[in-house]
């Protein structure tokens, strides 16, 4: 077999958003041989959906004159002949969908993909947003072969990032955009220097105390609805693994039978104050906008109201004078 170099290794590239678009960069700018990026279809965006918006990914394939393939489905005749048709040698995943085994077997030296997490924790479609709300201190990024079952494959190799107390989802994805296109990297030389054979181990099914392993479970609108009646820390942690995107959320309410208006919180403070108030009770101190937990005070800094621009609190506290009348629930 011919030595493999980053010349001659051809890959292709499966990612969409902009996370994924760090590591095909690297690849590009290393000059590795990309010979065509897998992304999803345009996806229809504007009040009718009459405008196409290209995926992050296509858009720098495109800037760099690279094919772009868009399939609807991934196990289509004509997208599986057109795939074979590159003879890919390895196949890079980055933030993209599961693949049917048709496609991650193709290329001999198989598929790996770039997961943002230490696995076998947090596997799934959120990683670094349940990291962050069940408040662990570090996570990372892994590279692992693709098998039949999401996020199990054999580990190739991992790199920690540390998660400080006051980090949210935003300082999290970038540092760890920025890692996994490292790790790719080293993934790809590593496969070049043992010529196309690289050092992988199973993963584990429990943590190393034996527990059962933490997921990390798409996000929808209702698992963003913030719990006064827990912890501060635990809402704390809630808060800032849900920013910006797609943001945690309260209903602001003047009485019980008050329907209420959807707020959306994007930081808060811990004050440390104790309080045996009902959680989700308001108040108002020298211009800080406060609300009850189970144990402790809590600080909002920013927030959103339905049909409004995301503010400082003290902003809203100036429109909003009557604020520590209402709660939250």
């Not at 048709?85 to 077997?105: S, T």
């Not at 955009?177 to 010529?195: P, Q």
């Not at 909002?300 to 100036?318: E, P, V």
Request: net charge negative; aromatic share 8%.
């Amino acid at each position: 077999m011919e030595k493999l170099t980053k010349e001659n290794l051809r890959i292709i590239f499966m990612g969409t958003p902009e996370f994924a678009v760090g590591t095909l960069q690297a690849l590009v700018e290393g000059g590795y041989n990309v010979v065509a990026v897998v992304t999803q279809p345009d996806k229809p965006v504007g009040r009718h959906g009459s405008i196409l918006r290209a995926p992050a990914v296509k858009e720098y394939a495109l800037s760099k004159g690279i094919p772009v393939l868009q399939p609807e489905k991934m196990k289509a005749p004509e997208f599986i002949e057109q795939l074979r048709a590159y003879h890919a040698d390895i196949q890079v995943v980055v933030a993209f969908r599961m693949l049917p085994e048709i496609v991650w077997d193709m290329p001999r030296f198989g598929t790996f993909n770039v997961h943002a997490a230490l696995l076998p924790l947090y596997r799934g479609a959120a990683p670094i947003n349940w990291a962050i709300i069940n408040g662990e201190v570090k996570t990372g990024v892994t590279t692992f072969f693709l098998d039949h079952d999401i996020d199990t494959g054999r580990i190739i190799m991992q790199r920690e990032f540390p998660i400080p107390d006051e980090a949210d989802v935003e300082y999290v994805y970038n540092g760890l955009e920025r890692l996994g296109a490292a790790i790719a990297i080293d993934t790809v030389e590593a496969i070049i220097t043992g010529n196309g054979h690289v050092k992988s181990i199973p993963q584990t099914e429990t943590t190393a105390t034996g527990k059962e392993l933490p997921h990390a479970p798409k996000i929808f609108k209702e698992t963003c609805e913030i719990n006064w009646h827990q912890p501060a820390k635990h809402v704390y942690d809630f808060i800032r693994g849900l920013s910006p995107v797609p943001a945690a959320w309260t209903m602001l309410c003047r009485n019980k039978d008050d329907e209420g208006m959807m707020m959306k919180i994007y930081s808060t403070i811990k004050t440390g104050h104790p309080t045996t108030l009902q959680a989700g009770t308001i108040c108002v101190e020298k211009g800080r906008l406060l609300v009850a937990t189970a144990d402790e005070w809590l600080e909002i800094t920013s927030l959103q109201l339905a049909g409004k621009k995301r503010m400082q609190a003290r902003d809203f506290l100036n429109g909003f004078h009557d604020a520590d009348s209402y709660t939250v629930r």
